[in-house]
């Protein structure tokens, strides 16, 4: 089980097409790292490169503490697991997870041993001799898993596992996965990913990708709770963060904006004086924006409703001067919201405050 260490790592495809530049990057032995952002950002790149199955254009990968750069990917130590499981549709369950072991010559009592073991933790003892055919997705990609367990590897790589599956299955399997982690608590493993519950609930910490780099990293609730930048603030969560246009009218301890569309802002990140007159974007969750007792962070006609039963998503269209939508998370249902008047707020601790697309907080 290995720590893992990323340093200036840049990727260009074929001289021209520049992807990712100097990603750094620190996993510590038994971390499981999650890779989101979006489409075409370079994720799969990134993984694919870690495990050697991509070269790398420059910088530094270091495994245990050696450059692995031109190391061959069966050298690495690496196992990965793919969307698309893949099993030889020929071969038992059994025959699948062995197919490695058996080419690196290892004996068969040992191969036996490595199976029966993977076998039990996946629970896939009862299937070993069936056919791929015979059992569910699901199970399938247990298998997979299982494939790369037997090697017994220094890094998982997963690129969206869970990805092919229907979304009970998913859930299913994402807790399998969670539960099969707790099992190896040394295994170091990083997790490429579209779907922002899979990242929150699986991650020990949390790589967002963007613009040919690393937007910020750090534990699921450090990013949901203090997003250095714009881009994290409205990729994590879910609706995005509202975003609101004004300019610093209070600063100290607590700081005071005056919005653009009429409301009023109180935010805990402090501000000095020279602040004062700053331009900023305030950033609040949708979930909690709360009714306002007094002077109102945001007022505005209600647009659109959606009932999930447990929340009410409430939309305000086009209110700010900035034509952006407001969404407003509320608890329990709310009917016939459609064109009433809403004024709503949010509790300090929880209003963000950007500038040029950073966060204050961080200065
Ligand atoms: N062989 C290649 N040659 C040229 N460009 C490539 C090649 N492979 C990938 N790219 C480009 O590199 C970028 C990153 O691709 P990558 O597949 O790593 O993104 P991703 O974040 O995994 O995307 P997605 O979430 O859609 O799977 C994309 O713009 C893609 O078009």
Redesign the pocket.
């Known amino acids: 089980m290995a720590d893992l260490k990323l340093t200036n790592v840049g990727?260009t495809?074929?001289g021209?097409?520049d992807?990712?530049r100097d990603v750094n990057l620190d996993v510590k032995k038994g971390e499981l790292i999650v890779?989101v952002?979006?489409?075409?950002?370079?994720?799969?790149?990134?993984?694919?490169m870690i495990a050697g199955l991509?070269s790398i254009t420059s910088g530094m990968l270091e495994i245990d503490g050696e450059m692995v750069n031109e190391m061959p990917p069966a050298q690495r130590g690496i196992a990965m697991v793919f969307q698309s499981y893949a099993l030889y549709p020929h071969m038992t369950v059994r025959e699948n997870m062995a197919f490695a072991l058996k080419i690196a010559k290892k004996p068969q009592a040992d191969i036996d041993a490595a199976i029966e073991k993977a076998a039990r933790m996946l629970q896939l003892t009862e299937y070993l001799d069936r056919l791929p055919k015979a059992l569910s997705g699901g199970q399938r990609q247990r298998v997979a898993i299982g494939r790369s367990i037997v090697r017994d590897p220094k890094v998982y790589l997963f690129?969206?596992p869970l990805s092919n599956l229907d979304a009970g299955l998913r859930v299913a399997t994402r807790i399998e996965i969670a539960q099969l982690k707790e099992s190896m608590p040394d295994s170091t493993m990083i997790y490429?990913t579209?779907d922002q519950v899979e990242a929150m609930t699986l991650a020990s910490r949390i790589v967002v990708?963007a613009n040919k780099g690393i937007a910020q990293v750090g534990t699921p609730l450090e990013l949901y709770e203090r997003p250095e930048n714009e881009f994290v603030a409205q990729f994590i969560g879910s609706p995005s963060m509202n975003l609101l246009p004004g300019e610093i009218t209070g600063t100290g301890q607590q700081t005071t904006i005056a919005l653009d569309a009429g409301g009023t802002a109180v935010s805990n990140v402090p501000t000095q004086e020279a602040d004062m007159g700053l331009r900023v974007n305030v950033g609040v969750r949708p979930e909690d924006m709360v009714p306002a007792q007094d002077t109102p962070l945001f007022s505005g006609t209600v647009s659109f409703s959606e009932a999930l039963g447990e929340v009410t998503l409430v939309y305000f269209e086009g209110t700010a001067p900035d034509q952006n939508t407001v969404i407003a998370k509320l608890p329990g249902v709310h009917a016939n919201v459609r064109g009433q008047d809403m004024a709503l707020t949010a509790d300090p601790a929880k209003v963000q405050v950007f500038h040029d697309g950073r966060s204050m907080y961080f200065r």
Do not use: N, W
Request: aromatic residues 8%; glycine residues 16%.
């Open positions: 990727k495809y074929g021209a097409v992807v990712l890779f952002g979006p489409s075409g950002c370079g994720k799969s790149t990134l993984l694919r991509e690129d969206e490429v579209h990708l």
